[in-house]
């Protein structure tokens, strides 16, 4: 038998596994359900957006393919720590909580909450509060401080799975005010069916929303984190992550 044969053979096929692997694109775990300007599907089906695209130029910057998995988001860290995807890049607050399950790269962005209602409710901030209906996403920053500091001040809090459905519910007057993400609901309300809706006031900085969006990633996984985090230094740094904000939002929410 030819030892030294089979044993290059074996150190090729293993060469050519690594390879292999090495090629295996990442995959980024987003919500299943579209969430407008950050993540939605074009008219061609396509997954867009601004953490789309975002996602994607941090992936050219660390060299490696990606390609978008979307996942309900109730079940995304669950499917992060199982493997089913790699990172969750999906408008994801690091906050203590999160951060006993799973890591997050440095953030990339930050905006606060907003409280959207009728023009016509007089409503100047959280203290106006009492009587209200008051929807907000659950398994969020919002659903989280809306539990922490608001439980004694809203007349009744609803929990939904997922945001369209609270927009919808205010807009059909089940709701008085929703609680949301500000950029989210600055698009919700370019909609001619919200007419009439406006931004009331934003949440005040709250430990529940934590220190930023960044992206998630499973506990020691410290190659990916470092890799992230250089790539998303390099999008700050060249304009990339500045103009795709501009070009959804008309601002800078880079961090």
């Not at 089906?45 to 490696?64: D, S, Y």
């Not at 993400?181 to 919700?188: G, Q, W």
Request: with cysteine.
């Amino acid at each position: 038998m030819n030892r030294p044969l089979i044993a290059a053979t074996a150190l090729a096929a293993l060469g050519l596994s690594a390879t292999a692997q090495a090629a295996e694109p990442l995959k980024i775990g987003i919500s299943a359900e579209p969430y407008p300007p950050f993540t939605y599907t074009s008219s061609e089906g396509e997954w867009t957006g601004f953490e789309v695209e975002l996602g994607m130029a941090i992936c050219e910057a660390m060299a490696r393919s990606c390609e978008i998995t979307p996942t309900g988001w109730s079940g995304i860290i669950p499917s992060l720590n199982a493997g089913r995807i790699d990172m969750i890049m999906n408008s994801m607050s690091i906050t203590e909580a999160r951060q006993r399950v799973i890591d997050f790269s440095d953030p990339y962005y930050f905006t606060p909450g907003a409280f959207v209602a009728a023009d016509d409710l007089a409503l100047g901030g959280p203290d106006d509060l009492g009587g209200k209906v008051l929807g907000v996403q659950a398994a969020t920053t919002n659903a989280t401080y809306a539990r922490r500091a608001l439980r004694d001040t809203v007349g009744d809090i609803r929990l939904y799975d997922q945001a369209e459905q609270v927009n919808r519910d205010l807009l059909a007057g089940r709701l008085d005010v929703i609680l949301a993400d500000e950029i989210a609901m600055t698009e919700f309300l370019e909609r001619d069916e919200a007419a009439g809706y406006e931004i009331k006031a934003t949440a005040p900085r709250h430990e529940a929303y934590g220190e930023g969006v960044g992206i998630g990633i499973r506990q020691d996984d410290d190659a990916l984190q470092s890799a992230l985090n250089d790539a998303i230094a390099e999008v700050r740094a060249n304009g990339t992550c500045t103009a795709l904000s501009e070009e959804y939002f008309g601002t800078d929410i880079c961090t």
